[in-house]
Antibody, heavy 115, light 106 residues
Framework: QVQLQESGPGLVKPSETLSLTCTVS????????WSWIRRPPGKGLEWIGY???????NYNPSLKSRVTISVDTSKNHFSLKLNSVTAADTAVYYC?????????WGQGTLVTVSS | DIQMTQSPSSLSASVGDSVTVTCQAR??????LNWYQHKPGKAPKLLIY???MLRTGVPSRFSGSGSGTEFTLTISSLQSEDLATYYC?????????FGQGTRLEI
């Protein structure tokens, strides 16, 4: 059964770049779409974007100018970078398998944007 | 963006009850709708895809219906482990969007 685990700093300063990695175990990153989704405190889920294992991406237009999702098939992981962060980017960040339907999710990691 | 509106926002029920959550899309999304269950501190779990297709391993007390703009998630014979927040999500158009969630209290 595939498992996903997010990793990265839990605290990021305003205007800096948020960087997270999702390591996939129990399955290959090949032939799948991989997504990032976040949940700000007290709010619902927000789709950030997805990447196909070949590297093609689709992003939420609300974040498109600041977000980059990349994949490393040799390490079986994919990554999220969100630059110029503000307090509004404070959220639990989830990685998941799938593009339209996310059938496996990580537990999520809280990222707080604060000086 | 396609706005997804769930109702109610919270719901209290007892073990054995049947509950229904409604999700309304602002525009026609055919059957491109998922339902997720999210328990506190756990990874969200896909329950239903394609509006009515039960994912393998999900208990049969969960069911989904609807197409176009109106969708429902029904949990029959509620169990204590069903305590969670439930989200609908459309994947008809990018960006994919979620409902605001329905918190179920047992």
């Amino acid at each position: 059964q595939v498992q996903l685990q997010e990793s990265g700093p839990g605290l990021v300063k305003p205007s800096e770049t948020l960087s997270l990695t999702c390591t996939v175990s129990g399955g290959s990153i090949i032939s799948h779409y991989w997504s990032w989704i976040r949940r700000p405190p007290g709010k619902g889920l927000e789709w950030i974007g997805y990447i196909y294992y070949t590297g093609s991406t689709n992003y939420n237009p609300s974040l498109k100018s600041r977000v980059t999702i990349s994949v490393d098939t040799s390490k079986n992981h994919f990554s999220l970078k969100l630059n110029s962060v503000t307090a509004a980017d404070t959220a639990v960040y989830y990685c998941a398998r799938g593009g339209g339907s996310q059938d496996s999710w990580g537990q999520g990691t809280l990222v707080t944007v604060s000086s | 963006d396609i706005q997804m509106t769930q109702s109610p926002s919270s719901l209290s029920a007892s073990v054995g009850d049947s509950v229904t959550v409604t999700c309304q899309a602002r525009q026609d999304i055919s059957n491109y709708l998922n339902w997720y269950q999210h328990k506190p501190g756990k990874a969200p779990k896909l329950l239903i895809y394609g509006a009515s297709m039960l994912r393998t391993g999900v208990p049969s007390r969960f069911s989904g219906s609807g197409s176009g703009t109106e969708f429902t998630l029904t949990i029959s014979s509620l169990q204590s482990e069903d305590l969670a927040t439930y989200y609908c999500q459309q994947y008809h158009d990018l960006p994919y969007t979620f409902g605001q969630g329905t918190r179920l209290e047992i």
